[in-house]
């Protein structure tokens, strides 16, 4: 089955540490998105990838970072620097990066720093 | 203004009914719009995908499009317990604009 698994459900850390989340696809999509998920917030982009080796910021990139080295593979480094990390962080992919190309998400990883 | 303004709910209604859910936006250059819909603890997944204005309908799920009020609505007819979800719509003006996502309406459907 194609499909985007994220690692893991869920994630707990203490304040200070890095934490990276897991995104892998299988789709064979060009495209590939972070976005977070607060109450009441909706879903806002933090970073998103058009090809490999290639990424670009989207509205609340501060504290995070990507790579994106492997078409299948987009992880989202939380650093110590985000204010505010505890969220669900969904990823998503899609065949481009344009409107006609709906985006497929994963289940999410719900992270919690304490 | 926010760009996309939608209701969170959470809305509750019996099984069989017609659940009516709706946007509003304020970006007259969106012309692409989706419903996702989300169960809790999982990721969202596409419902309907529309272009412009119009209606569009697969099954019990229709999708209507008023660019003129700037407005879109999902409709869910015989609603079924399986419906209770977060709903979001999301819209693009195309190219390579990103999308804009609502904040979600809870759904429960009572059986």
């Known amino acids: 089955d194609g499909g985007i698994t994220q690692s893991p459900k869920y994630l707990f850390r203490k304040e200070g540490q890095n934490v990276t989340l897991s995104c892998e696809q299988n789709l064979n999509h060009d495209a590939m998105y972070w976005y977070r998920q607060d109450p009441g917030q909706g879903l806002r982009l933090i970073y998103y990838?058009?090809?490999?080796?290639?990424?670009q910021k989207g509205d609340i990139a501060e504290g995070y970072s990507v790579s994106r080295e492997k078409k299948e593979s987009f992880p989202l480094t939380v650093t110590s620097a985000q204010k505010n990390p505890t969220a669900f962080y969904l990823c998503a992919s899609s065949m481009g990066y344009s409107y006609n190309s709906p985006l497929h998400f994963g289940n999410g990883t719900r992270l919690t720093v304490t | 203004q926010k760009e996309v303004e939608q209701d969170p709910g959470p809305l509750s209604v019996p099984e069989g009914a017609i659940v009516s859910l709706n946007c509003t936006y304020s970006?007259?250059?969106?012309?692409?719009f989706m419903w996702y819909r989300q169960y809790s603890r999982k990721g969202p997944e596409l419902l309907m995908y529309t272009y412009s204005s119009g209606n569009k309908e697969d099954g019990r799920f229709t999708a209507q499009v008023d660019k003129s009020s700037k407005y879109i609505s999902l409709f869910i007819r015989d609603s079924q317990p399986s419906d209770s979800a977060t709903y979001l719509c999301?819209?693009?003006?195309?190219?390579?604009?990103?999308?804009?996502f609502g904040k979600g309406n809870q759904v429960v459907v009572i059986p």
């Open positions: 970006n007259s250059a969106f012309q692409y």
């Open positions: 990838s058009q090809i490999v080796n290639d990424f």
């Open positions: 999301a819209m693009s003006a195309g190219g390579n604009n990103r999308l804009a």
